[in-house]
């Protein structure tokens, strides 16, 4: 497991920065990054690893050098965050092929809009804020 990994989250999304919370609260060691995908550090990373930098309908999990997305992403975040969390990881890992994980993830997808989005990035909290790879800031 890397101690460098980084998710990267529409940082417009109401549900999105829910996730990053949700993540925050739940690891059980700090091994996490985070950059908005608007951001100029996510927008490197995404051009980094050959991802779309306009397509903000997946979050994107860095790990061990690998870009996952979408259900993979998801996986990924579980081992990261450890635990409980790690070891449901680990059964869906085992019990649900990517080719199935990735369609499901595709239509569940717009139900974040349930959440809403904002016309900026969401102001990141204190420890979130520390844990950023723009040094705080969203858009750098």
Do not use: H
Request: with cysteine; glycine share 8%.
């Amino acid at each position: 497991m890397s101690k460098n990994a980084t998710m990267l989250f529409d940082g417009k999304c109401v549900f999105c920065n829910g996730a990053v919370n949700f993540a925050l609260e739940k690891e059980v060691k700090p091994v996490l990054s985070f950059a908005a995908l608007q951001s100029d550090a996510g927008q490197s990373l995404l051009r980094q690893y050959g991802l779309p930098t306009d397509n903000f309908r997946t979050f994107v999990m860095i790990n061990n050098g690998k870009a996952y997305t979408r259900f993979e992403a998801a996986i990924q975040l579980g081992y990261l965050i450890g635990g409980r969390w790690a070891n449901l990881a680990r059964v869906l890992d085992v019990i649900v092929p990517d080719f199935i994980g990735n369609p499901v993830y595709s239509l569940l997808w717009p139900l974040r809009k349930i959440f809403g989005a904002k016309e900026q990035c969401i102001l990141p909290s204190p420890t979130l804020r520390a844990r950023l790879l723009s040094g705080g800031d969203v858009f750098s």
